[in-house]
């Protein structure tokens, strides 16, 4: 059996293989399904400071090698989260990761700073794909200044493996990413949903509650890794991959491409096992190949 074991700084992965945010729910959804414990890491789905109703329904819709959504971050807030989902999670045998929302650079650094009291969530993934309602409602993940206001503010407060979850709705994302890097990031991961639409043509309207919402699934995979391989090239810390990732063959695309661990998202809902799936068919591949390491093929490239 090839040696799987990966690192996102000081962070231990037992494998390259963890679940995206929003698609595993706290894990725990999926302990009769999933022996958690083999998993590299589980993000859990995002929290954010205060509690979040999320947006009316639908906000869910299928498409074309893909689906979308625009749920809006509904959670019951970082308190509940620490008196509640923490005591139930805290002791899973692997990476429980937070993934962490906000308005405003003090509201994701706030939100961090209480997860950082936790002493079994060794790291959080922040989206920075909310919108700065204090610029207009836009994202802060789609220019480098704003970007930079995020982890500067996180970094402050937060003493853990900060991971920051890259959108891919911009021009220049190694750009971005090298302002993550320079305000001390530890890793980025991308790339997180694209802006997209679909349409019921008998009540001529759109399928989801506020018109758009974020595209996921094998449609986005060749985006993604382009965009991985752009940011693998330009930044010095380790590079998260996701997007369309289905089968073991789409995440050693990835790791291929410069990504030191993988996401798997939205194939979750097709297959709840596919992760362990993609494990094993890692580990198979690389004994196949002769590899004795996976690190023989991560930016191989």
Same mark, same amino acid.
């Given at each position: 059996m090839a040696n799987?074991?990966?690192?996102?700084?000081?962070?231990?992965?037992?494998n390259p293989?963890?679940?995206?945010?929003?698609?595993f729910?706290y894990g725990?959804e999926?302990?009769?399904?999933?022996?958690?414990?083999?998993?590299?890491?589980?993000?859990?789905k995002?929290?954010t400071?205060?509690?979040?109703?999320?947006?009316?329904y639908?906000?869910?819709?299928?498409?074309?090698?893909?689906?979308?959504?625009?749920?809006?971050l509904q959670?019951?807030?970082?308190?509940?989260?620490c008196?509640?989902?923490y005591?139930q999670i805290?002791?899973?045998d692997?990476? %429980?990761?937070v993934?962490?929302?906000?308005?405003?650079?003090?509201?994701?650094?706030?939100?961090?700073?209480?997860?950082?009291?936790l002493?079994?969530?060794?790291a959080?993934?922040l989206n920075?794909?909310c919108?700065?309602?204090?610029?207009?409602?836009?994202?802060?993940?789609?220019?480098p200044e704003g970007?930079a206001?995020v982890v500067?503010?996180?970094r402050a407060?937060?003493?853990?493996t900060?991971?920051?979850?890259?959108?891919p709705?911009?021009?220049?994302?190694?750009?971005?990413?090298n302002?993550?890097?320079?305000?001390?990031?530890?890793?980025?991961?991308?790339?997180?949903?694209? %802006?997209?639409?679909?349409?019921d043509?008998?009540k001529?309207k759109?399928?989801?509650?506020?018109g758009?919402?974020g595209?996921?699934?094998?449609?986005?995979?060749?985006?993604?890794?382009r %965009?991985?391989?752009?940011v693998?090239?330009?930044?010095?810390?380790?590079? &998260?991959?996701?997007g369309?990732?289905?089968n073991?063959?789409?995440a050693?695309?990835?790791?291929m491409?410069g990504?030191?661990a993988?996401? &798997?998202?939205?194939?979750?809902? &097709?297959?709840p096992?596919?992760?362990?799936?993609?494990?094993h068919g890692?580990?198979?591949w690389?004994?196949a190949?002769?590899?004795?390491?996976?690190?023989e093929i991560?930016?191989?490239i």
């Amino acid at each position: 059996m090839a040696n799987l074991n990966v690192n996102i700084n000081s962070l231990k992965l037992k494998n390259p293989v963890m679940t995206a945010s929003g698609t595993f729910g706290y894990g725990l959804e999926f302990a009769d399904l999933v022996p958690l414990d083999t998993l590299g890491g589980i993000i859990v789905k995002g929290t954010t400071l205060h509690p979040r109703e999320g947006n009316d329904y639908p906000r869910m819709a299928e498409t074309a090698s893909g689906m979308l959504n625009c749920v809006g971050l509904q959670n019951k807030g970082v308190d509940y989260f620490c008196q509640h989902i923490y005591p139930q999670i805290k002791d899973i045998d692997t990476n %429980m990761i937070v993934n962490v929302s906000g308005n405003s650079p003090d509201d994701y650094a706030e939100c961090a700073s209480r997860i950082d009291s936790l002493p079994n969530i060794p790291a959080i993934e922040l989206n920075i794909s909310c919108p700065n309602v204090k610029q207009g409602g836009m994202a802060f993940g789609v220019t480098p200044e704003g970007a930079a206001s995020v982890v500067r503010a996180v970094r402050a407060k937060y003493s853990k493996t900060l991971i920051v979850k890259l959108s891919p709705n911009v021009t220049n994302v190694a750009e971005i990413a090298n302002a993550c890097e320079n305000e001390g990031a530890d890793a980025v991961s991308l790339i997180n949903t694209l %802006m997209g639409m679909a349409i019921d043509i008998e009540k001529r309207k759109s399928l989801l509650s506020i018109g758009t919402g974020g595209l996921s699934g094998p449609a986005i995979k060749p985006i993604a890794l382009r %965009m991985v391989w752009q940011v693998a090239h330009s930044v010095k810390i380790p590079v &998260i991959g996701l997007g369309g990732i289905c089968n073991a063959k789409d995440a050693i695309e990835f790791l291929m491409v410069g990504a030191t661990a993988i996401e &798997i998202g939205t194939a979750n809902f &097709i297959d709840p096992t596919v992760t362990t799936k993609v494990i094993h068919g890692i580990n198979d591949w690389l004994d196949a190949h002769g590899c004795k390491s996976v690190h023989e093929i991560i930016g191989c490239i």
